[in-house]
């Protein structure tokens, strides 16, 4: 329960349009405590059920691993591409 009330109490600070020093401040604090109250229940909470990834989930995940991939050797060959002899000149 108490997971659930900072997780609301760290949403409304966060939300916030005008923040003062003591509200950042606070939520610096409470960003500290969430974190470790995520840890404490992904250790306590998460361990008890056993879960299983859909065959959609593991579908989307590997079509996000490829697009990483095609992204990130695009990506390298424009780099080369750029920065390469044997680009075209104006005179």
């Given at each position: 329960?108490?997971?659930?009330?900072?997780?609301?109490?760290?949403?409304?600070?966060?939300?916030?349009?005008?923040?003062?020093?003591?509200?950042?401040?606070l939520?610096?604090?409470?960003?500290?405590e969430?974190?470790?109250?995520?840890?404490q229940?992904?250790?306590?909470?998460?361990?008890?059920?056993t879960?299983?990834?859909?065959?959609?989930?593991?579908?989307?995940?590997?079509?996000?691993?490829?697009?990483?991939?095609?992204?990130?050797?695009?990506?390298?060959s424009?780099?080369?591409?750029?920065?390469?002899?044997?680009?075209?000149?104006?005179?």
């Amino acid at each position: 329960m108490k997971l659930l009330y900072r997780t609301a109490e760290w949403h409304a600070l966060a939300k916030l349009r005008i923040q003062t020093e003591g509200s950042l401040r606070l939520l610096d604090d409470l960003t500290t405590e969430f974190g470790q109250l995520l840890q404490q229940f992904r250790d306590l909470t998460c361990t008890t059920f056993t879960t299983v990834e859909l065959p959609r989930e593991a579908e989307a995940r590997e079509r996000r691993k490829q697009e990483k991939n095609t992204t990130t050797t695009t990506s390298s060959s424009q780099a080369d591409n750029k920065g390469g002899q044997g680009g075209q000149t104006r005179e």
